[in-house]
């Protein structure tokens, strides 16, 4: 059997890192947006680095305006998703992006992300959760107003909160006030570390933020006794090796850590990031990591038990997301 047709659990998407180019294109033209400089001459996402990466990530995100536009954004995720073979996904989605911190505005970005989920779901099989995010470097106090965003709809669907941008900017602990009012609200916590920042910032997240997942978290494989720490306290990884590749944590497959934090004992997944902007998807990930280090079926089954039990979801989601994972 070939593994990337296996069923897969996917917990680290962005919601617009996930937009296709053409998706992006249309948008762009229908609004009269200029965005050529955001594509490369193939059509496909242009960036140098990480923090130019994240400028054309919201170059990308600008023409995404209205509820609507989230709704249909939502629908092309998640028949590209499903087409990879993901039955259940987490998607990190900011009110930032979605009205702009503004509470009643994000109620209605959130109904129409939530009506285009239950379509897919209902057309696809896939289900969709969502992880409130705000983003670092946004800075301390519009966290603020994603989190009051993210606890005043809290519950089965908005599931989680977290953190992304750029981790060169300020710190994990800058965040507490958003991560306790979250945690408050029954959220389940995670946040961007150890991507960019070594493992001080992984300690961070998990001493300032309580988080009991991490995204990344793959520069931990510097640190021993933080290696240690992970598996001693249960901690999942949201793993994302293409995106580390594509955006030069490390220099190929062969060279990611993941194999080598996986057979420590860590807790590890597979997730894409942005797939289009780091041209990949969840099959190629699995391709990827069978020919890298040989994972065949028992190891993505297991990965994707973890990523299952891992998952914010309340029980009732997580025992049809486990049911998916044997049957289909
Ligand atoms: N990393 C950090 N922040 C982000 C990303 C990412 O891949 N995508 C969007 N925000
Ligand atoms: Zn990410």
Known sequence: MNVADLPKVELHLHHEGAAPPAFV???????????????NAQGGYAFNDFVHFLSVYEQATSVLKTPEDYGRLTTAVLEESAANGVVYTESFISPDFCGGGDLGAWKEYLHAIQDAADKAEAAHGIILRAVVTCVRHFGPEKAKASALCAAETAGDWVVGFGMGGDEGQGRQGDFAYSYDMAREAGLRLTSHAGEFGGPDSV?????DLGVERIGHGVRAIEDPELVQELIDRDITLEVCPGSNVVLGVFPDFAAHPIERLRSAGVKVTVSTDDPPFFATTMRREYQMLNQAFGYDADIFHTLNTTAAHAAFCNDETRARVLKALETT
């Open 203 to 207: 300690r961070d997240a998990i001493r």
């Open 25 to 39: 294109r249309q948008l762009a033209q229908e609004k009269s947006v200029d965005i050529s400089k955001v594509f």
